[in-house]
């Protein structure tokens, strides 16, 4: 399972989450998203950890806490939808 986390600095890296989250267990996967047109980072991230256990002490810590100057949102991340995953228009259509 992965954990959301939200409202993050633009400034952070997939190096400084992992820091972070290697605090509350083993970090598998850390996915933060860039925005297209700038390539800056769009304020939320997704880390994937080993255990179960491991993810929810990093959520039941980290959430609400302050980090790089915002306070962090930190939660179960919430499987995709099939509607949000697929657009009601195709590009060739433009």
Same mark, same amino acid.
């Not at 600095?9 to 047109?37: H, I, K, M, W």
């Not at 919430?78 to 259509?93: A, C, G």
């Given at each position: 399972?992965?954990?959301?986390?939200?409202?993050?600095?633009?400034?952070?890296?997939?190096?400084?989450?992992?820091? #972070?989250? $290697?605090?509350?267990?083993?970090?598998?996967?850390?996915?933060?998203?860039?925005?297209?047109?700038?390539? /800056?980072?769009?304020?939320? +991230?997704?880390?994937?950890?080993?255990?179960?256990?491991?993810?929810?002490? $990093?959520?039941?810590?980290?959430?609400? +806490?302050?980090?790089?100057? /915002?306070?962090? @949102? #930190?939660? @179960? $991340?919430?499987?995709?939808?099939?509607?949000?995953?697929?657009?009601?228009?195709?590009?060739?259509?433009?």
């Amino acid at each position: 399972m992965s954990v959301y986390v939200g409202n993050l600095s633009y400034d952070v890296t997939r190096n400084d989450l992992e820091q #972070v989250f $290697a605090e509350y267990g083993n970090v598998s996967r850390v996915s933060l998203p860039t925005d297209r047109e700038t390539g /800056r980072p769009r304020g939320f +991230a997704f880390v994937d950890m080993t255990g179960d256990s491991e993810e929810q002490k $990093a959520i039941e810590t980290l959430d609400g +806490a302050e980090w790089m100057g /915002r306070e962090m @949102k #930190v939660n @179960k $991340a919430r499987p995709r939808s099939e509607s949000s995953s697929n657009s009601s228009y195709s590009r060739s259509s433009f």
